[in-house]
């Protein structure tokens, strides 16, 4: 079946490091590909998403892009602020035939940015 | 405008109990899920309606769950004789409808089920 593999977390820096979160995942398909990210008593958002290979998703500052040949979506920014700390959520989606594009997510990384 | 709202945002019930969570989706969006967050098992898919179609029930963990969506908006996801593995925060998200891409799906904050 599908399934999301992302780094354990947590991960702490400080404001302004380079932040890479690694996604990898398996699936029977040519599946979409998103970041979810959950901030501090807040629901889940979509921070961003590809749709095929190659694709550049982007939002925030927020980098990922979607590899086919090492299935892999990694999280990136070049530089982090204290606003950034939050769980992020790795997710695939993949229709495989129906109208059902329920998500399949990773664990989670726990972000902390310090000051 | 209002997003996908739930209710209750907490609810605390003893084992054996039947418990009913409500979820009220974006207007205009015909395409609801269900998840469940918990701390073993992680984001995990329960349930899909799409308009009037028959839901997608493969991501129900027991008979216990079960779920309907009425008028095509509203809908009710009730857990039966809770157990204390049910204990968890059940999300729903609502779309407008595929068509050949996923859509955005808007999450709610969650109903937090602690089954004591």
């Known amino acids: 079946g599908n399934s999301v593999t992302q780094m354990e977390g947590p991960v702490t820096l400080s404001e302004e490091a380079f932040l890479t979160i690694n996604c990898t995942y398996t699936a029977t398909g040519y599946p979409s590909l998103f970041w979810y990210v959950q901030y501090p008593g807040e629901g889940l958002q979509l921070l961003l998403k590809a749709t095929k290979a190659d694709d550049k998703g982007s939002n925030k500052g927020f980098e990922a892009t979607y590899r086919k040949e090492t299935t892999s979506f990694h999280l990136e920014k070049g530089s982090v602020q204290v606003s950034d700390s939050a769980v992020y959520f790795c997710a695939l989606s993949f229709n495989s035939g129906g109208s059902n594009y329920k998500l399949t997510f990773g664990k989670g990384t726990l972000l902390t940015v310090n000051p | 405008g209002a997003g996908v709202s739930q209710s209750p945002s907490n609810k605390v019930t003893e084992k054996g109990k039947d418990v009913e969570l409500r979820c009220d989706p974006i207007s205009g969006h015909t395409a609801l899920y269900w998840y469940r967050q918990s701390l073993g098992q992680g984001l995990e898919f329960l349930i899909y309606?799409?308009?009037?179609?028959?839901?997608?029930k493969s991501g129900l963990p027991s008979d216990r769950f079960s779920a309907e969506r009425t008028g095509g908006s509203v809908s009710t996801l009730t857990i039966q004789r809770t157990q204390q593995e049910d204990s968890a925060v059940y999300l729903c998200?609502?779309?407008?409808?595929?068509?050949?891409?996923?859509?955005?799906?808007?999450f709610g904050p969650g109903t937090r089920l602690t089954v004591t």
């Open positions: 998200a609502s779309s407008l409808a595929a068509g050949g891409v996923p859509y955005e799906q808007y």
């Open positions: 309606f799409q308009g009037n179609s028959a839901p997608d």
